[in-house]
C-alpha cells in the first residue's frame, strides 16, 4: 500500500497568513492526488485535484503544486473561513489512501 | 445539482447486520464510480472502495476487503454499504462519495454522513 504523510499535523495561524501544508507519498502516484477540507461536523469538500487543478466554486488563495512523490498545498492568505481540517488523498491505487490529515488553528 | 443523499442514524447491537444507502441525483448515476470513506470518532479518512453502478464492478481497498459488501441498484440510483456482524470497532460516520467516470478520478461529490453507532 502507499503510505501518505502530512505534515504538519497541526498548525497556527492567522489571518492573512501564507500557509503551506505537505503532503508526501512512500512511492510516486504521478499526479493523482487530491485535496479536501473539513469542517466539523461536516462532510469534506474538494479543493484540489490532480494536483494542481482548482475546483469549480473554490476561491482562488487556495493552490496545489507537485509530482511524484511531494505536494503542497498552499493558502496564500488565510481566511476565517479556512480554519479546518485538510487532507490528502493518492487516487494512483485502489487503496485511495488519505493523510492523515492536517488540522489549522487560530494562533 | 448532483447530490447524495444517505440513510439517517443507524443504533445497532454487537452482532447485528446492517445495510445503509446511498441515492445519487442530478446525473446519470451508472456512469460514475461510488466510494465509501470511513471516519471514526474524532480520527481521520478511511477508504473502503468502490462500486461502478452500471455494472457493478467493484474495488475494496485491501485493509476492508472481507469487512463489508458494496452494492448498487442502478434502476434505483442507489448504492449500499453492508455489514453481516457488526462489532463496536464499527462505529463511525461513513461517507459515500462520487468519483468519475473512469478510474483515475478524485472524489467530487460527499453525501451528508451516516452515523452508525454499535453499542450494547
Known amino acids: 500500500d502507499i503510505q501518505m504523510t502530512q505534515s504538519p499535523s497541526t498548525l497556527s495561524a492567522s489571518v492573512g497568513d501564507r500557509v503551506t501544508i505537505t503532503c508526501r507519498a512512500s512511492?510516486?502516484?504521478?499526479?493523482?492526488l487530491a485535496w479536501y477540507q473539513q469542517k466539523p461536523g461536516k462532510a469534506p469538500k474538494i479543493l484540489i485535484y490532480?494536483?494542481?487543478s482548482l475546483q469549480s466554486g473554490v476561491p482562488s488563495r487556495f493552490s496545489g503544486s507537485g509530482s511524484g512523490t511531494e505536494f503542497t498545498l498552499t493558502i496564500s492568505s488565510l481566511q476565517p473561513e479556512d480554519f479546518a481540517t485538510y487532507y490528502c488523498q493518492e487516487y494512483k491505487t485502489y487503496s485511495r489512501t488519505f493523510g492523515q490529515g492536517t488540522k489549522v488553528e487560530i494562533k | 445539482e448532483v447530490q447524495l443523499v444517505q440513510s439517517e442514524v443507524e443504533v445497532k447491537k454487537p452482532a447485528e447486520s446492517l445495510k445503509i444507502s446511498c441515492k445519487g441525483s442530478g446525473y446519470s448515476f451508472s456512469s460514475y464510480w461510488i466510494g465509501w470513506v470511513r471516519q471514526l470518532p474524532g480520527k481521520g479518512l478511511e477508504w473502503l472502495g468502490m462500486?461502478?453502478?452500471?455494472?457493478?464492478?467493484?474495488r475494496y481497498s485491501p485493509s476492508f476487503q472481507g469487512q463489508v459488501i458494496m452494492s448498487a441498484d442502478k434502476a434505483i440510483s442507489t448504492a449500499y454499504l453492508q455489514w453481516s456482524s457488526l462489532e463496536a470497532s464499527d462505529s463511525a460516520v461513513y461517507y459515500c462519495?462520487?468519483?468519475?467516470?473512469?478510474?483515475?478520478?478524485?472524489?467530487?461529490?460527499w453525501g451528508q454522513g451516516t452515523t452508525v453507532t454499535v453499542s450494547s
Open positions: 512511492q510516486s502516484i504521478d499526479t493523482w
Open positions: 462519495v462520487r468519483s468519475g467516470p473512469t478510474y483515475y478520478h478524485s472524489v467530487d461529490v
Open positions: 490532480k494536483a494542481s
Open positions: 462500486i461502478y453502478p452500471g455494472d457493478s464492478e467493484t
